[in-house]
């Protein structure tokens, strides 16, 4: 794993994320998305969360990646198997949470995690980057049936990355 490359993700994604809110009126923030329910202000904390919830993916990697894989395998079908669910909990989360999580509150916390992720990659070992287990696939187009603690760290990035290209803030290339 090329640590060098995510950190320049992680702070690539943090810088553009603070420039879109700082540049974002209040007319951008409430207009619609491109291919989504949520509106830009809503899209935006959904964009956070997807780093916000690294951590816990993390935690949930060094604790199956230690157990037989059959362990992380009937994980990830019974989280599959509540995809319905975990969708309207997603969609709503981020629509109440991009309600009154103010913008800059968003860039605090946007660089606030990326701060502590780069510390925690600074931190693992090689084979705490190796070890993986399996995920939901149905949950989201970047999780893979199986995933290493590496694949983790990039994950929020893509996750922006997909999200980014919604958005419809004026004066941002999407």
């Not at 207009?31 to 816990?56: C, E, K, S, V």
């Not at 199986?146 to 004026?170: S, V």
Request: proline letters at 4%.
């Amino acid at each position: 794993m090329d640590r060098q490359l995510v950190h320049a993700e992680l702070e690539r994604a943090r810088a553009d994320f603070r420039r879109l809110v700082e540049s974002a009126d209040r007319a951008d923030l409430l207009r619609a998305t491109n291919d989504t329910r949520w509106n830009n202000r809503q899209l935006l904390f959904h964009m956070l969360l997807g780093y916000l919830i690294i951590r816990a993916l993390l935690r949930l990697v060094r604790l199956f990646g230690r157990l037989p894989q059959g362990a992380s395998r009937s994980y990830a079908r019974l989280l599959n198997a509540a995809t319905r669910p975990f969708d309207q909990i997603n969609f709503l989360g981020s629509y109440a949470a991009g309600q009154t999580v103010s913008p800059e509150r968003m860039a605090i916390m946007f660089d606030h995690v990326v701060a502590k992720l780069h510390q925690r990659l600074d931190a693992e070992s090689d084979t705490d980057l190796a070890r993986g287990m399996h995920y939901p696939t149905r949950w989201d187009p970047f999780f893979k049936d199986y995933m290493t603690l590496a694949d983790i760290y990039h994950f929020p990035t893509q996750h922006y990355d997909f999200h980014r290209r919604q958005l419809t803030l004026t004066g941002s290339p999407n």
